[in-house]
Structures are given as structure tokens and as C-alpha cells.
């Protein structure tokens, strides 16, 4: 019997030209090899060519929370405390994490620490996903306030941040400033996603800094929610660690308020970019598609009396 399923293999190999494999595998024994490769890979790091990139990540998100904590005092924001379907939004003032979306990941003593356990999820520290990645690309995040100004806290407000009376000018410096800051972060991110790694649940969005994923079942506690729990994980991207917090914004051709029935035509741009442009900064090209500054406004026999489901929207 073994005789003709090898014959059958060959046949198939020779009419297809493909390779079949046994399915047959002790993993006990891969085990202690994958664990290895793991150790001996996590030799390499940190890359020191991408200490000074780490750094300045650090450097740029800082200036950020620092920029759109003192922007928000002079430009006012609101956002959407709960909206039920079919219902108005309650509007509430905005804070800095409706600004700036917080994502958390798990901190790792080092790349080759084994996979966290679900029971263990609760003894294991978790910074925000950007330090994290620095913190294993090299950089030292303690140095940089990582419990105080360069952290956005429970209640999205920075205390260190004091609301002085500032002219349009330095307003709009204050804008330029957080707009570079933006800019570097996410290029900063970029450069450093390419070196480490770094995966992203396709379900939920919890983000995992690392070589070895975790096994903390952060959902899945009802029982509609399939797969008990465990993550789909895929590779991350910028927009995984610093999420765009899109809002809907109003051009000078668009009517007062913003009704369901326009959303074709009015424009959408990233919170900060939003907050940037109403302080007096100047924009880069490359968010006017998404803006759509040219474009055209609805047709007034096609609004409809509700309001945009908006996430955020500037006063």
C-alpha cells in the first residue's frame, strides 16, 4: 500500500510538476528549533543603524501630544459621546485621545521572551504601541517623560501643557510644529516596521510588538464572538500604531450643517491635519484628494434632515 501511494506521488509530480509533502510532522520536536531560531534572530537586535530613527520617533511624538494638547485649548472640538441608530449625536467637549486614537501593546523584556499566556495578561506592563517599538528598537523611552508629558493619560488631558493666551502667529507656528512632528512620526514608524516586526489582529486591532505573538483572549467572552478568543494576526502598518482619526470637515461651499445625504460630496481629512489647517498651517498636497477642496457641493434638493454620523467635528 505504501508502494503505490509513493508511485501515485511521482505520477502526480511528473503530470503537474508540483512537490507533495507529508502532513506528518512532531512538532515536539520543531518546537525546540523554532524557539532557538527565535533566540539566535533576536542576537541581531537592536539594528543600531536605527537607534538615531528610534530617538527621533520619540522626539516627534512628544512635540505631537504636546502640539494638539495646546491647540485644543484654542480651538475647541467636540465629539460624540453615544449615538444610537437612527438618533442625533450627543455632543460632548473633545479631548486629546479623540485627537490622537491611544493604542496599547504588551511591553517585552526582550524579542526572544516567549508568548504571553492568557493568565499572565494582567502581570505583564503595556505602553503605548509607538514606545514599545522604540523602546525595542533601541531608544530609551523612560528618558522622554513616558509616564508624564509625552503620554496622554485616562482621561485624554495633558496636565503638563499650560493654556497661555497665544497670538494667531504663534498659534500657527504652534500648528506648523505639530504638523512636522505628524510628518516625522509616521515616517519614523515607517522606516521602523521595516526592521521589526510587528502584527495587528484582524478582529479586533490589538496590536503585538514582536517576533512571538500573545495568547491573551482580550474578546471572546460571548458566545457569539467566535474563535474563543484567540487573534488573526497579520502584519502591522503605520496606520495600525498611529491610526488616522478621520473627520468629516466643512468647506466654505458646504451648507451650515452637515446633512446624511451630502457625504458623497463634502470632503474628509485626519483629525490632526483638521486641527492643523484651522490654526493657519499650510497643508501638504497630498491630503487634498481626501479633502476634496475643489470639489463641488450637494445638490439642495437632495439633503435629507439627519445630521452626518460625524466622530468628531470641529467648532
Known amino acids: 500500500m505504501a508502494l503505490k501511494q509513493k508511485l501515485l506521488y511521482h505520477l502526480l509530480e511528473s503530470f503537474s510538476g508540483c512537490r507533495f509533502y507529508s502532513t506528518r510532522m512532531n512538532w515536539d520536536e520543531l518546537r525546540p528549533l523554532i524557539i532557538e531560531r527565535i533566540k539566535r534572530r533576536a542576537r541581531d537586535y537592536p539594528v543600531r543603524a536605527m537607534i538615531p530613527v528610534a530617538n527621533d520617533v520619540v522626539k516627534a511624538r512628544a512635540l505631537l501630544i504636546e502640539g494638539v494638547s495646546t491647540l485644543i485649548k484654542f480651538i475647541p472640538i467636540k465629539a460624540c ?19 490622537l486614537v491611544p493604542v496599547e501593546a504588551f511591553h517585552l523584556q526582550g ?16 505602553l503605548p504601541a509607538v514606545l514599545e517599538l522604540c523602546c525595542q528598537a533601541g531608544a530609551n523611552v523612560y528618558d522622554e517623560c513616558l509616564y508624564n508629558n509625552s503620554s496622554t493619560s485616562d482621561n485624554g488631558k495633558n496636565d503638563c501643557v499650560v493654556a497661555e493666551s497665544l497670538s494667531q502667529h504663534e498659534l500657527t ?18 522606516k521602523l516596521l521595516l526592521v521589526y516586526p510587528a ?21 471572546g467572552v460571548f458566545k457569539y464572538e467566535g474563535r474563543r478568543g484567540t487573534h488573526l494576526w ?8 498611529v491610526p488616522p482619526k478621520v473627520v468629516w470637515r466643512q468647506r466654505p461651499q458646504d451648507p451650515p450643517v452637515l446633512l446624511d445625504k451630502g457625504r458623497d460630496f463634502y470632503g474628509r481629512a485626519p483629525a490632526v491635519i483638521e486641527l492643523c489647517l484651522q490654526a493657519g498651517a499650510t497643508i501638504p498636497a497630498k491630503y487634498f484628494c481626501m479633502m476634496k477642496i475643489q470639489g463641488l457641493p450637494p445638490p439642495l434638493d437632495e439633503h435629507r434632515t439627519e445630521k452626518l454620523p460625524f466622530e468628531i467635528v470641529f467648532s
Not at 514582536?210 to 491573551?216: E, L, T
Not at 497579520?234 to 500604531?241: F, S
Request: hydrophobic share 35%.
Open 111 to 126: 524579542m526572544s521572551q516567549d508568548a504571553i499566556k492568557h493568565d499572565q495578561r494582567f502581570d505583564i506592563e503595556r
Open 173 to 190: 507656528s504652534v500648528a506648523k510644529l505639530t504638523l512636522e512632528a505628524l510628518e516625522r512620526l509616521r515616517e519614523g514608524v515607517q
Open 81 to 99: 459621546k453615544r449615538r444610537a441608530k437612527n438618533q442625533e449625536h450627543t455632543w460632548i467637549a473633545g479631548t486629546l485621545n479623540d485627537i
Open 199 to 219: 502584527k495587528v489582529c484582524k478582529c479586533c486591532s490589538e496590536v503585538h510588538i514582536g517576533p512571538s505573538s500573545h495568547k491573551a483572549q482580550l474578546y
Open 234 to 241: 497579520k502584519k502591522a502598518k503605520v496606520d495600525d500604531l
